[in-house]
């Protein structure tokens, strides 16, 4: 790999990474010089990580104006959320046919990782340990190139669902459910562990308060106040 890929697949990530974990928030101008000065890279590969960025549609180039990190659209989110529910159901459908104790003693640890730090208040800590139950399950089914392709689509999901968490979460609940989840999967009760999951989804999708609470961070709330 080129240097200059090196620091355009860094910009790439250390902004996406601020993107998805709402360090910067919807709306927000994001220049490219600041980019390149604060994380000593060229203009090149800083200009070619933004492309990228909005090709992924997590920010928005405005030719004489700037780039700004795109407003969260419920539309990209409900049908991420819709793709990932039911791709993991498939996968638990293989993880209760084909898991090992050894496995499932690997996701009772990420659980138990959890525990620890939901005690201490670290969401951005949870988001991640979050991510890593789900993503363990797709690994060890083998599935690590679905995972991988599904991620692409999930940048307005991880958005909406890291806000929800942030002001309305649950991590006591979300922490019963995953260890629910295993504990089917231990029993072979695909039934049970598919009900499970779709219920844990689905009880971070409440969308009606966020809009209220945030209106300048969805397309959805910004096409309203131009009609109005």
């Known amino acids: 790999m080129t240097q200059r890929g090196s620091n355009r697949d860094y910009v790439y990530n250390t902004v996406k990474d601020s993107i998805l974990n709402m360090r910067l928030k919807p709306g927000m101008l994001i220049s490219e010089k600041e980019i390149s000065e604060r994380l000593q890279v060229s203009r ?3 200009r070619e990580a933004f492309i990228k960025l909005a090709e992924e549609e997590l920010i928005v180039i405005y030719p004489q104006k700037g780039s700004f990190v795109s407003l969260i659209d419920m539309a990209q989110v409900e049908e991420a959320r819709f793709v990932r529910e039911n791709m993991e159901v498939a996968v638990l459908k293989i993880a209760c046919r084909s898991f090992s104790e050894k496995d499932l003693l690997d996701l009772e640890a990420l ?21 890593e139950f789900h993503r363990a399950i797709f690994y060890k089914c083998g599935k690590a190139r679905t995972w991988n392709v ?3 689509m999930l940048g307005h999901y991880k958005r909406f669902r890291n806000l929800l968490l942030e002001v309305y979460f649950d991590w006591e609940t979300i922490i019963l459910q995953h260890t629910r989840i295993v504990e089917y999967i231990r029993r072979r009760d695909f039934d049970m562990a598919e009900r499970e999951l779709r219920i844990h989804v689905k009880s971070r999708f409440e969308k009606d308060e966020l809009l209220k609470k945030y209106p300048n961070y969805f397309k959805e709330s910004a096409e309203r106040s131009m009609q109005l």
């Open 44 to 46: 090149t590969p800083t």
């Open 150 to 152: 599904i991620q692409q």
């Open 111 to 131: 659980i138990s990782q959890q525990v620890i730090y939901a005690g201490h208040d670290s969401y951005e800590k949870m988001h991640e340990l979050d991510e």
